[in-house]
């Protein structure tokens, strides 16, 4: 069971970049289908570990490399398609967010001391994770339900999807953005705690 927790973890970073290719080839269903894949290993992986206790250092390592990598790199390609101002902000500063938090991990690493992420099933990393992923997901099945509207097409479905997904996404990506900030000022606080018991 451990390997295959860690093979979905590594199926997210395979995907990551999968994903560069397909966006970049103009395949917006499979596109949407390995995000959601991905998405969704991200939740079983971890109902997994913590069901058959088969975590590990490595398992934590990949998982955590995984989901940054499928929603930056999702995040970027994002921006690229769609050059705004109210996608590309957002996106922006959650990306410096995960540098951010990284920097401090870094740092801290350096003097031997841990920075753990928190293990609460609702901290708010794991709530602006979700809501990354579901924005995310809203845009991409945007793309492919565009995609496939023909000249003939009339349905009113159809129509409805193409009309709401985009403003779900773009209030996720902000509501995501949120959620970073609040993240990001718990992890300084952390932060600072630690950096007081440095000699």
């Not at 970049?17 to 596109?31: D, E, G, H, K, S």
């Not at 790199?73 to 410096?96: K, S």
């Not at 951010?100 to 994770?129: C, D």
């Not at 924005?135 to 003939?152: C, D, M, N, R």
Request: hydrophobic share 55%; charged share 15%; proline share 4%.
């Amino acid at each position: 069971m451990k390997a295959f927790v860690n093979f979905l973890s590594a199926f997210r970073i395979a995907a990551a970049f999968i994903i560069i290719f397909t966006i970049m080839a103009n395949w917006p269903v499979l596109t949407f289908v390995l995000f959601a894949l991905g998405a969704m290993s991200d939740w079983f992986d971890g109902y997994l570990a913590r069901k058959y206790n088969c975590c590990s250092k490595l398992g934590g390592v990949l998982d955590h490399i995984g989901d940054k990598l499928l929603v930056c790199n999702t995040l970027i390609m994002l921006a690229l398609m769609g050059p705004v101002w109210y996608i590309v902000i957002p996106v922006v500063f959650m990306i410096t967010r995960e540098l951010y938090i990284s920097g401090l991990r870094e740092f801290l690493g350096t003097q031997k001391i841990e920075m753990p992420v928190p293990k609460a099933r609702f901290s708010m990393g794991k709530i602006k994770t979700t809501i990354q992923m579901i924005a995310i997901a809203a845009f991409l099945l945007w793309f492919a339900v565009f995609a496939s509207v023909t000249p003939g097409t009339n349905s009113r479905i159809v129509f409805y999807l193409i009309y709401i997904l985009p403003k779900i996404a773009v209030f996720g990506l902000w509501l995501a953005l949120i959620a970073s900030i609040w993240s990001a000022t718990q992890y300084t606080k952390t932060f600072m705690e630690k950096l007081k018991k440095i000699k």
